[in-house]
C-alpha cells in the first residue's frame, strides 16, 4: 500500500513530499487513516539525525489520531470507523519481564518505534504519522473515548503518556506536592495531568513571565528557579519533581526541594548531566534521582481514558504538513504553545 506523506531524505534537507510504502496487513493489523498527526521535539531530533542513529528516508510522527479503515480477521479490540490512536511504539518482543508487566516500553529486546525501526517479522523500516495511513497490530493501538478534542488528543500519545507514566508510578494523587520543571510541551502536559489527579502542583522556570500561563493550565504556585530566596522557601516540599527540560542543565538546586524519599525523574533529557549531582542532598535525605520513559500501552489507555473524564487536552497549533519546516525552526525557538499537530487532510488539500 502505498501513501502520501512527508520525509526526511538525509540530515540536512528540509522535509519534502514522498511516497510511503506500508507492509502488507497481517491478521492482528489495524488500518488507520490518520488525522492528525502531533509534532513532538525528539521528530526533528531524528530527522537530523541529532542522536545519531537515523536511517533514510525516514517519516516521523507518533502522535497518531485517526479513523479505523479495515481490521484483519483476528482484530477484536476495533471496527472500521472507530477512531483509534498510535503513540510512540509499535510493537515489542510480548515475552520478556518488561513485556508481561504490560511495560512494553522496557522490552528488553527493544521496543518497536513507529518510526525509524524496524519491523519484527519483516525487518523493513518503520515509517511514522507524517502520512496519510498507518497500520499496526491491535495490541499497540489505542481506543479515542468519546467526547475527546480529536486535535488536542494527538500529543497525549507521547507528551501526555510522559508524564502521566511517571505520576502513575510514584503514586500521585490527592495530598502529594508535584514540581515541574520546564514548561513546553511535557511541562504543560505535567501540570495538568498532575493537577487532574488532586496534587498540589508548582512550576519551577527561570522565566517570570511564564506565571500566567502555568497558573491556567494548572500550577497552584510558580518558583524562580534562579532565585536564591524563591528556592530556599521551597524546601524539603516536593514528593516527585518531573524535569522536562530537553537540554543539559544543573539539576543540584532542585534537590533540596525534595522531601524525605521524594525523587527527581527525568522525561526530557537523554544524556550526560552537567555538572555532576552532589550526593550529599540526596544521602541526607534518602532522595532519589531517576529517569522514565513513555508508558506501556495499558497505562496509555487509562491515561486517555482519565483525560476523557476530566476534559484534558494538549494546548496545539494546528498546522498544514506544507507548514512542517517552518514549525520545527519556531519548535526550536521555543514559539509554540505547546505542540504543533498536523491536520492530515492538508496532504491531499
Known amino acids: 500500500m502505498k501513501v502520501s506523506g512527508y520525509a526526511a531524505l538525509s540530515p540536512t534537507e528540509p522535509l519534502t513530499p514522498f511516497q510511503v510504502e506500508r ?3 497481517r491478521p492482528d493489523d489495524v488500518t488507520l487513516e490518520i488525522l492528525y498527526c502531533g509534532v513532538c521535539h525528539s521528530d526533528l531530533h531524528q530527522a537530523r539525525n541529532d542522536w545519531g542513529f537515523s536511517q533514510y528516508p525516514l517519516v ?3 502522535e497518531i489520531i485517526g479513523r479505523v479503515t479495515a481490521v ?7 471496527k472500521p470507523g472507530d477512531l483509534a490512536g498510535i503513540g510512540c511504539m509499535v510493537d515489542s518482543c510480548r515475552e520478556c519481564n518488561p513485556c508481561k508487566q504490560g511495560l512494553e516500553q522496557y522490552c528488553e529486546e527493544g521496543n518497536i518505534q513507529t518510526y525509524n525501526g524496524q519491523d519484527r517479522f519483516d525487518h523493513r523500516p518503520t515509517f511514522g504519522g507524517y502520512s496519510q495511513a498507518i497500520l499496526a497490530s491491535e495490541d499497540f493501538v489505542l481506543r479515542i473515548p468519546d467526547g475527546l478534542d480529536l486535535e488536542g488528543a494527538a500529543p497525549l500519545l507521547c507528551a501526555g503518556i510522559t508524564t502521566w507514566s511517571p505520576l502513575k508510578r510514584w503514586n500521585i494523587g490527592e495530598g502529594s506536592k508535584v514540581a515541574v520543571v520546564g514548561l513546553g510541551g511535557l511541562g504543560h502536559m505535567a501540570l495538568k495531568l498532575a ?3 488532586g496534587a498540589e502542583v508548582t512550576l519551577f522556570t527561570r522565566s517570570p513571565g511564564k506565571e500566567e500561563d502555568a497558573r491556567r493550565l494548572g500550577a497552584h504556585h510558580v518558583i524562580i528557579s534562579t532565585d536564591p530566596s524563591h528556592m530556599e522557601q521551597v524546601k524539603n516540599q516536593f514528593d516527585l519533581i518531573i524535569d522536562t527540560v530537553p537540554y543539559t542543565h544543573d539539576i543540584n538546586p532542585y534537590l533540596p526541594t525534595l522531601t524525605l524519599d521524594g525523587t527527581l525523574v527525568f522525561v526530557g533529557l537523554l544524556g550526560e548531566l552537567q555538572p555532576y549531582v552532589n550526593t550529599v542532598p540526596l544521602i541526607l535525605g534518602r532522595r ?6 513513555i508508558g506501556g500501552i495499558a497505562e496509555t489507555q487509562e491515561m486517555l481514558d482519565f ?10 497549533e494546528v498546522i498544514k504538513i506544507q507548514e512542517i519546516n517552518e514549525a520545527y525552526e519556531r519548535m526550536l525557538k521555543s514559539d ?3 505542540r504543533f499537530v498536523i491536520d492530515m487532510a492538508s496532504l491531499t488539500a
Open 307 to 316: 483525560c476523557a473524564q476530566k476534559g484534558i487536552v494538549s494546548d496545539v
Open 195 to 197: 493537577n487532574g489527579l
Open 72 to 78: 484483519g480477521d483476528k482484530v477484536t479490540k476495533f
Open 288 to 293: 532519589s534521582v531517576a529517569g522514565s520513559c
Open 60 to 62: 516521523p510522527g507518533h
Open 23 to 25: 507492509r502488507t496487513p
Open 336 to 338: 509554540v504553545k505547546y
